[in-house]
């Protein structure tokens, strides 16, 4: 035979190679597979948190003569929230030095401006607020003491003041 015969029947048998190799999918097995899904789901709450970082606020030595006392912002209780929310704040009881009391009423609050509001021992409304975000807020609240010629001379009179952070 001669070689052009040759490589003309090689050719031929190539080609013939090639187009089954193509014609059967490239020599490649097919796998089989076969696709299902589903869903998934969750239920965001209502997450609140509060940090009043002053454990304590110390009008230190106090008369009636230069009464009243103001301290503008003395407490700066920061909210963080992923809904709306309202900041309240109350008092314990009256200032107590032992046997000594002084009215709660006699601590007056306020945010923002504006008169003072006597703290009492029911949760009264600080202000309100809307999500805030992963930064959160702060508020910074005054206080004024008024101290009255009927007080009684004592050291060290105190009295808790609760700040509470709510969402609806």
């Known amino acids: 035979m ?8 090689a050719g031929v048998l190539t080609l013939s190679l ?3 190799f193509i014609v059967l999918g490239g020599g490649v097995v097919s796998a089989a597979s076969e696709q299902d899904t589903h869903t998934v789901t ?6 609140i948190q509060l940090n009043v ?3 304590t606020y ?3 030595d106090v008369d009636p003569i230069n009464s009243p006392y103001t301290a503008t912002g003395a407490v700066n209780p920061w909210v963080r929230c ?3 929310w309202t900041l309240n704040v109350r008092g314990s009881g009256d200032f107590a030095s032992g046997s000594n009391t002084v009215p709660l009423s006699r601590l007056g609050w306020r945010y923002g401006g504006g008169s003072y509001t006597a ?3 029911s949760d009264a409304q600080v202000r309100t607020g809307t999500k805030t975000g992963g930064a959160g807020v702060s508020t910074a609240v005054d206080y ?8 009684d001379v004592a050291d060290g009179y105190s009295a808790t003041i609760t700040y509470t952070a709510v969402t609806p």
Request: avoid cysteine; aromatic fraction near 8%; charge should be negative.
């Open 2 to 9: 001669a070689k052009a015969t040759k490589r003309a029947i």
């Open 18 to 20: 090639l187009g089954m």
């Open 42 to 47: 969750f239920n965001v709450k209502a997450a």
């Open 53 to 55: 970082p002053e454990t």
């Open 58 to 60: 110390d009008f230190g």
């Open 82 to 84: 992923n809904t709306n």
């Open 119 to 121: 703290m009492t021992t």
């Open 144 to 151: 004024q003491l008024t101290v009255d010629w009927d007080d």
